[in-house]
Nanobody, 124 residues
């Protein structure tokens, strides 16, 4: 069983930055692919970024490429999402997800464990 706890969300003006963290419990973190997803009211959950278990590969949605960076620290059982140049359309509840697998899943249904989410609101 893996438990995930996100933090770092908040209210920021357009053009600002936030750093989200996702702390994982359990001994399988270092062998798990990790993903960040977001969901705005009335919309489906969408992929934001994902990282391989060893940090060797990262993937991004086109909408965040060049602005967001995913990273992980396996010694701290934590994955991060650095978000720069934020836009009002980035406003959503952000979730981290985990799956113990060697490849990097990019869709919500491929992940086994989810955090409770952290709200990001970007004002114009």
């Amino acid at each position: 069983q893996v438990q995930l706890v996100e933090s770092g969300g908040g209210l920021v003006q357009a053009g600002g930055s936030l750093r989200l963290s996702c702390a994982a419990s359990g001994r399988t973190f270092s062998s798990s692919a990790m993903g960040w997803f977001r969901q705005a009211p009335g919309k489906e959950r969408e992929f934001v970024a994902a990282i391989r278990w060893n940090g060797g590969s990262t993937y991004y949605a086109d909408s965040v490429k060049g602005r967001f960076t995913i990273s992980r620290d396996n010694a701290k059982n934590t994955v991060y999402l650095q978000m720069n140049s934020l836009k009002p359309e980035d406003t959503a509840n952000y979730y981290c997800a985990a799956r113990r697998v060697s490849h990097v899943p990019l869709t919500p249904r491929e992940y086994d464990y989810w955090g409770q989410g952290t709200q990001v609101t970007v004002s114009s």
